[in-house]
């Protein structure tokens, strides 16, 4: 099954996220090096099937593989800033509405919710059919609050963003191993649970929090051995 996905060009900056976004999904439609464009198609069938994980992916994106990637190591300081990316220090929450087929009637409708800056969270999928939503996802407020998603999510992401290069791999080791947890536990409650959908979600959120508290925690241990304020015992 090919998916149809549609690029929303409201200005001109976001015509440089939809550049990426069809290159990544449908190369040979767009098929142009130009992020500047303005006769990007309105309507794209992508190649193949769209995968939540791609889709996070994009929605993470800050233009890896390309000269544009405020990260890049290659590129000069002037195309790293000269576009918007799309994963942004302002990103307050991402969500995914799935209905899927060929399943109990409970349980078609997911929630794929993620907070905080895209480039340092997890997607979740969360059951739809339910009444309540899981503590460390409810009643966010300004104050800071690591025990929220979302503030433990922007402290991570602050702290990735001073050392990308050094943190990455960690980012992507959570990545993988968060989703297939997460799935594990999906696939399970899909088969058949006693457990209420409320409960399910609790768990789901408990792995997203402990998985995001872990990461913070290697990337703290981690960072701390290259502070400037340090001493050797040889020294």
Request: glycine share 4%; hydrophobic share 35%.
């Amino acid at each position: 099954m090919v998916i149809t996905f549609v690029i929303f060009l409201v200005q001109v900056p976001l015509k440089t996220r939809a550049w990426y976004v069809q290159n990544y999904f449908s190369p040979e439609t767009t098929g142009n090096d130009d992020p500047f464009n303005q006769d990007l198609p309105f309507i794209c069938h992508a190649n193949r099937k769209i995968s939540i994980e791609e889709i996070k992916f994009v929605m993470s994106s800050h233009y890896e593989n390309t000269a544009y990637d405020p990260y890049s190591t290659t590129s000069s300081a002037a195309e790293q800033k000269l576009i918007r990316p799309i994963g942004l220090n302002r990103n307050l929450e991402l969500h995914v509405l799935q209905i899927r087929d060929n399943i109990d009637k409970e349980l078609p409708g997911i929630h794929w919710l993620a907070f905080g800056p895209n480039s340092f969270n997890s997607l979740v999928p969360f059951y739809a059919r339910v009444s309540d939503t899981p503590t460390c996802y409810r009643d966010t407020k300004a104050d800071f609050d690591p025990t929220k998603m979302y503030w433990l999510t922007t402290m991570t992401a602050v702290l990735g963003d001073s050392n990308f290069q050094g943190y990455v791999d960690k980012r992507d080791n959570f990545d993988l191993n968060t989703m297939a947890k997460l799935r594990a536990l999906q696939n399970e409650t899909d088969k058949g649970s006693d457990q209420s959908l409320e409960a399910v979600n609790e768990k789901l959120a408990q792995i997203a929090l402990t998985a995001q508290t872990e990461l913070l925690g290697k990337m703290v241990i981690s960072g701390s051995n290259h502070m400037k304020l340090r001493f050797d015992f040889n020294d």
